[in-house]
């Protein structure tokens, strides 16, 4: 995985610049991230290429092995993070969305969670940039409407706080997190 740390920081760096994440990103944060998914023996990555460039990825990992701040949410609502998956992100450059790659990237990483049959629920979260944010462009629609028909819940009582710097900021601010969940396991 490691080998294309490099292609996946700047991916994530130009996708996370833009509304809600409003990321300014550099190489070397991106670097030592990513590290994160390389000390898992069961992260993955699926990745779209267009020639050498990476255009689009999505990740995956255990909960138990995420950072504290997106376990954290999960062990005070006690549920059991041994039997969590974990999605990290799902990026795609924006000439090469609706193609049906973000479909892919779900199903892949769903995949990937279930061959282990010992998860039995899914996770993601998104920024909360709540509704009159002054960066927010004209006609944005979020990804919700597409994560409800993947079978996702959004878990508002689930939340966290990451911090970066947003666009023409040095210093990282928290940002508030909405977890996603959805159930492997389906009811007999």
Known sequence: MESVFDDLAALRIAVFHDYPYLYEGNIAYEKEYLKTYSNSERSFLFAVYDGEKMVGATTCIPLKDETDEVRKPFQEADLDIERIFYFGESILLPEYRGLGLGHRFFDERESHAKHFG??????????DRGENHPLKPVGYR?????????GYV?????????EWPDIGEIESSA???IFWTKNLIKPI
């Open 118 to 127: 010992t998860y039995d629920l899914t996770c993601f979260c998104s920024v």
């Open 154 to 162: 959004k878990e508002s009582s689930l939340q966290s706080f990451m």
């Open 142 to 150: 979020p990804n919700d409407a597409f994560w409800l028909k993947r």
């Open 175 to 177: 940002k508030p997190m």
